[in-house]
Nanobody
């Protein structure tokens, strides 16, 4: 089985920064895309950023240059550096990865348990 474990969430003041990290573990053969999604109370889960296995990134429009996604293919980690945070960024942030397990021929999608990010003064 594959597990994704997020860390780095918390409370930050408007204008501040946070760095989220996600560690994938288990019987991993390879990982395709990795990404971050978020879900605010009463809203649907939405894409924040994704990064391919070769480092091609994609960001949601609301990121506006404030966030940077990166990954380490050796450590099977994906990070999200978030700067200039506002109250609109308050949400539970979820890690996502397309993983091919050892002895399997296809990729499956996995989600972390989520980490809370609260932006408030």
């Amino acid at each position: 089985q594959v597990q994704l474990v997020e860390s780095g969430g918390g409370l930050v003041q408007p204008g501040g920064s946070l760095r989220l990290s996600c560690q994938a573990s288990g019987m991993i053969f390879s990982i395709n895309a990795m990404g971050w999604y978020r879900q605010a109370p009463g809203k649907q889960r939405e894409l924040v950023a994704t990064i391919s296995s070769v480092g091609i990134t994609n960001y949601a429009g609301f990121v506006k240059g404030r966030f940077t996604i990166s990954r380490d293919n050796v450590k099977n980690t994906v990070d999200l550096q978030m700067n200039s945070l506002s109250s609109d960024d308050t949400a539970v942030y979820y890690c996502n990865a397309e993983v091919r397990q050892v002895m399997e021929m296809r990729y499956s999608e996995y989600w972390g348990q989520g980490t809370q990010v609260t932006v408030s003064s």
